[in-house]
């Protein structure tokens, strides 16, 4: 009965995505503690393969899997998140504060129903992808949009060997099944390659530790919903 109904909501996604003709967006989720080129670089490639109308980074209030030691106040964050999204099609977005949500899966369910027309194509790094089978209700998640992995040094060898990677690879698609709204389904797995990226937060944080600093004073408005963000500057 399990996989019955595995199938059927697959069938039901592939259903719904199909009236969606929309702006294609790209979701890529994170912490941004802070952001950096890094992410920039990764956002631009992916736009650019996908052929994406633009990509919202969603900038976490909290990540469950992540300590909450060392995590930047949200307005901070949000801060280095614009300044690295400066001049690009990336839209810097506290939405999941809206939207009261603490796991992407439930994220990605009020996204579709809050934006009905909107196509929505889910980015990630390598590394998210080799521990993507400890997130909350990550099945449901893959059917709820198709996925993008992008490589990351490091992480590609734990990312194919996971079991994640072990249930979607039956759904792996090349790039052209995201082309048009008519061939717009989930599961859907696309990998990107292009040269790799070696920049990381960590490896910031370490070097600067007070970069913080710099960022106090981060916009007042949310780019996606245009919503003040408390802890922003007016």
Excluded: C
């Amino acid at each position: 009965m399990a996989g019955a109904r595995i199938r059927t909501g697959a069938a039901l996604t592939r259903r719904s995505q199909t009236v969606r003709n929309g702006p294609v967006t790209g979701l890529l989720g994170g912490s941004f503690n802070p952001a950096h080129g890094g992410h920039r670089r990764i956002t631009l490639f992916a736009i650019r393969a996908l052929a994406l109308d633009e990509a919202w980074w969603l900038v976490s209030p909290g990540n469950p899997l992540k300590p909450a030691a060392g995590m930047a106040p949200l307005a901070v964050r949000l801060g280095s998140a614009r300044a690295q999204a400066r001049r690009a099609r990336i839209k810097v977005t506290a939405i999941e504060r809206e939207l009261g949500t603490r796991y992407t899966v439930d994220t990605l369910r009020k996204l579709l129903a809050r934006y009905p027309k909107r196509r929505f194509v889910w980015l990630m790094g390598a590394d998210n992808l080799a521990q993507l089978h400890r997130w909350k209700d990550w099945r449901k998640l893959a059917m709820l949009m198709p996925i993008a992995v992008i490589a990351r040094p490091g992480y590609d060898r734990g990312a194919l060997a996971s079991p994640a990677m072990a249930w979607l690879g039956t759904f792996r698609r090349p790039l052209t099944s995201l082309r048009g709204p008519e061939r717009w389904s989930a599961p859907a797995l696309v990998i990107l390659r292009f040269d790799p990226d070696t920049r990381s937060a960590t490896a910031i944080r370490r070097a600067d530790p007070d970069w913080a600093r710099r960022f106090g004073n981060a916009p007042s408005r949310d780019a996606v919903t245009h919503h003040p963000i408390p802890g922003t500057a007016e």
